[in-house]
């Protein structure tokens, strides 16, 4: 069935560091994928998505291109800040009216 | 893209009562989704709910346990019924924006339900 893994956290970095959570999936056909951000107490925001193989999403920093050779869709930010803390959450649907299929997030920490 | 009005934002119950968590949305759209996520997890979706149609519920849940209305195209309910401490989680519904550019799904910031 229609899967996507997450690297576990939580992930703790310095102010300024490079990030990277990675995300890969198991579907057939072309799936949307998709970046969600829950900061604390909060709901779920889109961070991100694409749509189709080699398109790269981006957003406040963040970006993440769509491999479908590896399957992956890994999230990237080249400096990150303590306003980056939160939970991450990799997701992916066929289309309009299907579900989201999320992995299991990953806590992201960034301390001053 | 949409906005999402969920209520309550929080609420602490007591074992075998039922609460009806409301979502109103400020645009007319076509699906709505129920999701939990229980603590420290990911997000499961509960059922898929259509104006005009009975929800479509996801293998694990029942609609005696989370009945689910949709009376028009901005508003849908789901309420959690004889709760027990294991329903205790964050409950979240959600809206698909694909006809509008943002081209996604929009979620409303959710219930926070302690069940004691």
């Known amino acids: 069935g229609n899967s996507v893994t997450q690297m576990e956290g939580p992930v703790t970095l310095s102010e300024e560091a490079f990030l990277t959570i990675n995300c890969t999936y198991t579907a057939t056909g072309y799936p949307s994928l998709f970046w969600y951000v829950q900061y604390p107490g909060e709901g779920l925001q889109l961070l991100l998505k694409a749509t189709k193989a080699d398109d790269k999403g981006s957003n406040k920093g963040f970006e993440a291109t769509y491999r479908k050779e590896t399957t992956s869709f890994h999230l990237e930010k080249g400096s990150v800040q303590v306003s980056d803390s939160a939970v991450y959450f990799c997701a992916l649907s066929y289309n309009q009216g299907g579900k989201l299929i999320f992995g299991q997030g990953t806590e992201l920490s960034v301390k001053p | 893209s949409a906005v999402i009005s969920q209520k309550p934002s929080r609420d602490i119950c007591q074992r075998g009562t039922s609460l009806t968590i409301q979502c109103q949305v400020d645009s007319q759209v076509t699906m709505m989704f129920w999701y939990r996520q229980q603590p420290g997890q990911s997000l499961t979706l509960i059922a898929t709910?259509?104006?005009?149609?009975?929800?479509?519920?996801e293998s694990g849940f029942v609609i005696d346990k989370f009945p689910i209305s949709r009376p028009n195209l901005t508003f849908s309910t789901l309420t959690v019924s004889n709760m027990s401490p294991e329903d205790s989680s964050i409950y979240l519904c959600?809206?698909?924006?694909?006809?509008?550019?943002?081209?996604?799904?929009?979620f409303g910031s959710g219930t926070r339900l302690t069940v004691v």
């Open positions: 959600s809206v698909d924006d694909w006809d509008t550019e943002y081209y996604g799904y929009t």
């Open positions: 709910a259509n104006q005009g149609s009975e929800a479509t519920y």
